[in-house]
């Protein structure tokens, strides 16, 4: 899809994240607020997020963006934007979502860089309980507009690392030294998406800082909605059973779409058409065996079982990057080949443990080696006893209902339902 062409589907904004009284969206429009033209330094530039006020009204960039290069970067990047929501009636009040920054404080400034205009960066300095996500460019000295950016809630955010260098101004003989990064988010906690806003972080030499103070990323709780498990079979008469039963949802998780590598859609295409993909987890039992004992004495029934999830489960992972067992991440290989690092969000994201009933450990280590089972057990004389193994299968859908790739599938050996009739007394 050429992003130019598009323009019914850049007309639809995204429904917004909802994180308690934050809202979060994206945006593809900038405005260009300062180049290196001019100086002897390499390409480079500072642009504001501009989100449009009648698709995204209310909404306010965290940051500036830095690019290297002197390209239009519009509809060819990507940044989160925020905007002041309502709390659940329900909900605990506390505090606003979003504030302005107090003041600024001035981090560089180009003089005699040679450059074509002046520019200086700002650090936000936020009200207490509240942090900064992001530098702020003005193409001159004076500092810039308390409205140009809003910090946010700390509890809406997570410390995070410096990541690699964007640009810096060497061999521009500006008198002050100057760099800036991106920021890296953390390993997300179980039920967790922790993702940088695209803002940036700046420092006054060449070299990469080991922290810095206002490296943040939001944070936020996946969308989870669970349904009961389906009940184990239960033999009510001699009749041979059925195979299978019918799987049963169990667990939906809404992932946004730059958490998924859709094998058939761009990065563009899945902001655009697809911006949340829902992960379902089925359940259902399979029979493994049955044994009719007509005889008078105890009879023994072997039946031979083969695991079918070992490569479905990892074909799905690689065609999708989701893990269910496992924390993913934007620097995987599947993401770093497939999708194009002008138009990606750096996360971190994990499922929540009930997705995966094996810890990850037990898990990689079944993917690895495929497993069979033999059954072996007693029936009684003039009984019939059936037994099952749970199944567990996991389909990706986008907004639209389509399925992405095929689904991925494992068995639980660990415990087998085993129904017999006529029952115990």
Not at 154 to 172: H, R, T
Not at 224 to 249: D, F
Not at 295 to 308: I, L, N, R, Y
Not at 390 to 410: C, I, P
Request: with cysteine; net charge neutral; proline share 8%.
């Amino acid at each position: 899809m050429n992003p130019h062409d598009d323009d019914a589907a850049l007309a639809r904004p995204m429904e917004s994240i909802k994180v308690e009284n934050l809202l979060i969206n994206f945006t593809t429009e900038f405005h260009r607020i300062w180049d290196n033209k001019g100086s002897r330094s390499k390409p480079g530039g500072f642009w504001r997020p501009s989100p449009a006020p009648d698709l995204l009204p209310g909404f306010f960039p965290l940051g500036d963006l830095a690019v290297s290069g002197h390209d239009n970067i519009n509809h060819r990047r990507v940044v989160a934007v925020v905007c002041e929501g309502e709390l659940p009636s329900t909900a605990a009040n506390p505090g606003k979502a979003l504030s302005k920054p107090d003041d600024f404080e001035q981090v560089w400034k180009d003089k005699g860089s040679g450059a074509n205009t002046d520019c200086s960066i700002w650090r936000p300095i936020a009200p207490d309980g509240y942090v900064a996500l992001g530098l702020v460019c003005a193409d001159g000295l004076d500092k810039p507009s308390v409205n140009s950016v809003r910090c946010v809630r700390a509890d809406l955010v997570v410390a995070s690392s410096i990541d690699n260098m964007i640009w810096s101004d060497k061999g521009s003989r500006a008198k002050q030294d100057f760099s800036v990064w991106s920021v890296r988010p953390p390993a997300a906690a179980a039920g967790e998406i922790h993702f940088a806003p695209g803002t940036f972080v700046g420092v006054n030499s060449y070299t990469k800082p080991v922290m810095h103070t206002g490296a943040y990323c939001l944070r936020m709780r996946l969308s989870l909605k669970a349904e009961p498990a389906p009940l184990p079979p239960s033999l009510t008469g001699y009749e041979p059973p059925a195979s299978t039963q019918p799987a049963t949802v169990t667990l939906t998780a809404r992932l946004p779409w730059f958490a998924i590598k859709d094998p058939d859609l761009s990065a563009f295409e899945q902001f655009r058409t697809s911006p949340y993909y829902h992960v379902l987890k089925k359940e259902q039992y399979v029979l493994i065996g049955y044994g009719h004992n007509t005889s008078s004495a105890g009879q023994t029934f072997k039946w031979f079982d083969e695991v079918q999830n070992a490569d479905s489960l990892a074909t799905f992972s690689r065609l999708t990057s989701v893990e269910v067992g496992a924390e993913w991440n934007s620097r995987l290989p599947e993401f770093s080949i497939s999708l194009p690092p002008t138009f990606s969000v750096a996360f971190s994201a994990k499922l929540g443990s009930s997705f995966s009933p094996l810890d990850a450990d037990t898990q990689r280590s079944r993917l690895v080696a495929p497993l069979s089972a033999h059954v072996v057990t007693i029936v009684a004389k003039k009984r019939i006893v059936a037994v099952y193994r749970t199944q567990f299968d996991y389909q990706l859908l986008r907004s639209n209902g389509t399925q992405v790739a095929h689904e991925g599938s494992y068995s639980d050996y660990d415990k087998l339902h085993v129904s017999e009739y006529p029952p115990e007394q």
